[in-house]
C-alpha cells in the first residue's frame, strides 16, 4: 500500500460546477497535509495547507481533513479551465520530507 | 521576492557520463530539499539539507547520486555514470518552516 493514495482520474467536470479530489493516507502520525497544483511541464505550486481536522475555506478552494478517516480532500468551487491541472496531495511528517500521491487529473470542460 | 531557481532547465545526456544539477533557493530559506518526479507520478524525497549539512539524505537511491550545499545557500546534485532510469524531472524546493515547501521549474534530464 502506498502512503498516499489518490486517484489518477481523469475527473472532468463541466465549468462552474465543483470538483473534489481526495487522498487517503496510511501514516497515522502524519500532521501536515498540503495540496499542490502541478500543470503540464510545470512545477508544483503549494494551493492549501491542513493541520487541524475539518474545513479550511480559501477562496474557491477548500480542503478538509478527517484524521481519524485517514483522508484528506479538496473541494473547487465554481471551476474554471484554467483550473485544469494535475492537483497532489502531500503530507508531512517527523521525516523531514514531503510524500506526495500520485497526484489526481483534473480537466474542466467549457 | 525571487523565488527557488534551477539550472539548466534541460539536460539531455549519454549513458554513462556525469551531470551536476544546480539548485537556488529562496533567499533566507535554511532548509532544501532535492525531490525527483517521474512521468505521471508525484515528487519522490531524495535529500533534505538544513544550511550546509545533509540532515537527511534516505531518498538517495543509490552511491551514483551525492548533493552539496558547502555555503548553505546553493545546492548541487551530483550524478554519476548515470543510467537511463534516471531520466526524470528533478526538483528542489526550499523552506523557512519544515512543512510549507516552495518547489523551483525543475531540471529536465534525459539520458539516452
Not at chain 1, 24 to 33: A, E, L, V
Request: charged share 20%; net charge neutral.
Amino acid at each position: 500500500q502506498k502512503e498516499v493514495e489518490q486517484n489518477s482520474g481523469p475527473l472532468s467536470v463541466p465549468e462552474g460546477a465543483i470538483a473534489s479530489l481526495n487522498c487517503t493516507y496510511s501514516d497515522r502520525g502524519s500532521q501536515s497535509f498540503f495540496w499542490y497544483r502541478q500543470y503540464s511541464g510545470k512545477s508544483p505550486e503549494l494551493i492549501m495547507s491542513i493541520y487541524s481536522n475539518g474545513d479550511k475555506e480559501d477562496g474557491r478552494f477548500t480542503a478538509q481533513l478527517n484524521k481519524a478517516s485517514q483522508y484528506v480532500s479538496l473541494l473547487i468551487r465554481d471551476s474554471q479551465p484554467s483550473d485544469s491541472a494535475t492537483y497532489l496531495c502531500a503530507l508531512y511528517n517527523a521525516g523531514n520530507m514531503l510524500t506526495f500521491g500520485g497526484g489526481t487529473r483534473l480537466m474542466v470542460k467549457p | 521576492g525571487a523565488g527557488v531557481s534551477q539550472t539548466p532547465s534541460n539536460k539531455v545526456t549519454e549513458k554513462g557520463k556525469y551531470v551536476e544539477l544546480r539548485c537556488d533557493p529562496i533567499s533566507g530559506h535554511t532548509a532544501l530539499y532535492w525531490y525527483r518526479q517521474s512521468l505521471g507520478q508525484g515528487p519522490e524525497f531524495l535529500i533534505y539539507f538544513q544550511g550546509t549539512g545533509a540532515a537527511d539524505d534516505s531518498g538517495l537511491p543509490n552511491d551514483r547520486f551525492f548533493a552539496v550545499r558547502p555555503e548553505g545557500s546553493v545546492s548541487t546534485l551530483k550524478i554519476q555514470r548515470t543510467e537511463r532510469g534516471d531520466s526524470a524531472v528533478y526538483l528542489c524546493a526550499s523552506s523557512n518552516r519544515a512543512d510549507t515547501q516552495y518547489f523551483g521549474p525543475g531540471t529536465r534530464l534525459t539520458v539516452l
